[in-house]
């Protein structure tokens, strides 16, 4: 009786009959680009194949449209802070995004050891924050700021350990001389944003107890924060606390805290366990509820209202918004042939995430003083004055100054992510892809 074979075996005989030069050479794998708060996850074995004709999927890379869903986040807030058009947020809430793609990422790497996983995202965050903030220190007390400014020289020197470690917001001037060219308010509007880090912070430090509680309660833990949100801004939001530092970190934390519980719940597979119709009903309801709310505020006729004025309608909008994305969610191992163009873009704007939102505000703020020489020209003063009114004129001077700035100090980001420091981390299309297609 002839002895069975084994499949594994003989396809390994067949593959040492073939000489080896004509062998095809496999591709290296690449290893995927660390994001922003993302630790890469450790190797995993592969299992022996025992159909040859069915590749095996990809384990641990990255998910393009995560990828896709950042970028687009990061080029909404530079519009929202250049334009500061009202319906950008209800288009598409980017903060809500963002911290719902960093919990799940959160999620993934808590598969790890907890600490470590913390000290990894601190490792990664703060670096680049202290370049900026070493800049931007600088920059004030060169236009006048100090010890002085507040009255309370043992205050200052004790805030600006919010430089170090973002607990809470760091310090800034509220009005300078504006060294003669830009507005007394600009050390505001370029440090103003960094409350994200600050709230990104807090979930980093708090996501394994979050996580724990979301696999034992996933419905409670999930509302949780939206709960806390609403009460907070009902029946606290006329005391004189809602000033404080306290207030301030804990109502962004609440605002939030929701979509980033929510990124964990996708990462973990719980919105793939109940009934594919639930989301699509529920979330849609959310978001009208938001929007009830921001019709209901008390606000100025001549002006439209802004969402991001009230956190109630700005949680349940963003919640139920980031439900309906990661619903949808198509995990892209490769890009769709319509966004193949794309990828370039988004890899560096993934790559160099940390850097565009925080130089971001700075190239805004340069970008007016070099516009305005243009006034003294005649032809422009005669001819082009919408132009140079117009916030579009604005961008354009930025962008390239926002590259100049993330060409500058960007590199920071490999360097804390223990990687080789780049310049421009910009994708280069591999040789012989097609051919071997």
């Given amino acids: 009786m002839t002895a069975p074979i084994e499949f594994g075996r003989t396809q390994d005989t067949l593959k040492l009959s073939i000489p080896a030069g004509l062998r095809p050479r496999p591709e290296p794998e690449r290893n995927p680009e660390p994001q922003w708060g993302h630790e890469p996850e450790p190797a995993q074995e592969q299992e022996p194949e025992t159909e040859p004709e069915a590749a095996s999927p990809r384990k641990g890379g990255r998910d393009r449209y995560l990828d896709l869903l950042r970028a687009l986040a990061l080029v909404r807030v530079v519009l929202y802070h250049n334009m500061g058009w009202f319906w950008l947020p209800l288009v598409f809430p980017s903060m809500g995004v963002m911290f719902a793609l960093a919990g799940s990422l959160m999620a993934r790497s808590l598969s790890r050891p907890a600490l470590g996983v913390i000290r990894g ?15 931007m220190i600088t920059l004030e007390i060169l236009d006048g700021w100090g010890p002085q400014s507040d009255g309370h020289a043992t205050w200052w020197w004790s805030k600006l350990a919010f430089w170090i470690l973002p607990l809470s917001t760091p310090p800034y001037a509220d009005s300078l001389a504006g060294f003669q060219h830009v507005e007394a308010t600009w050390a505001a509007q370029i440090i103003v944003p960094l409350w994200y880090l600050r709230a990104y912070l807090w979930y980093v430090l708090l996501s394994p107890l979050m996580l724990r509680a979301l696999r034992r309660f996933p419905v409670v ?29 804990a109502n962004d934390f609440t605002m939030f805290g929701s979509c980033w519980i929510l990124g964990m719940a996708h990462q973990e597979g719980l919105l793939k366990k109940i009934p594919q119709y639930v989301v699509p009903s529920i979330a849609p309801l959310i978001m009208v509820a938001g929007l009830w709310y921001l019709q209901t505020r008390p606000v100025n006729p001549s002006e439209p209202t802004n969402i991001e004025s009230w956190p109630i309608a700005q949680a349940l909008w963003s919640l139920g918004f980031v439900a309906i994305l990661l619903h949808v969610s198509p995990s892209w191992e490769q890009w769709p042939k319509p966004l193949e163009r794309w990828n370039g873009l988004v890899s560096l704007l993934n790559a160099r995430a940390v850097s565009v939102y925080l130089w971001h505000e700075v190239a805004l703020v340069v970008a007016v003083p070099l516009i305005d020489p243009l006034w003294s020209v005649r032809f422009f003063y005669e001819h082009l004055q919408w132009l140079l009114m117009s916030p579009w004129l604005t961008l354009l001077v930025a962008i390239p100054l926002l590259g100049l700035l993330v060409l500058t100090f960007g ?23 097609r051919r071997a297609a």
């Fill in 121 to 135: 995202r601190l490792r990664r965050l703060l670096p680049p924050m202290w370049l900026f903030g070493a800049a």
């Fill in 221 to 249: 833990t999930l509302f949780t924060p939206l709960a806390l949100s609403i009460v907070m801004n009902t029946f606290f939001a006329d005391q004189e606390f809602i000033y404080s530092r306290v207030w301030e970190t």
């Fill in 411 to 433: 590199w920071v980001e490999d360097v804390a992510a223990k990687r080789s420091p780049r310049l421009f981390p910009y994708p280069r299309r591999q040789r012989g892809r």
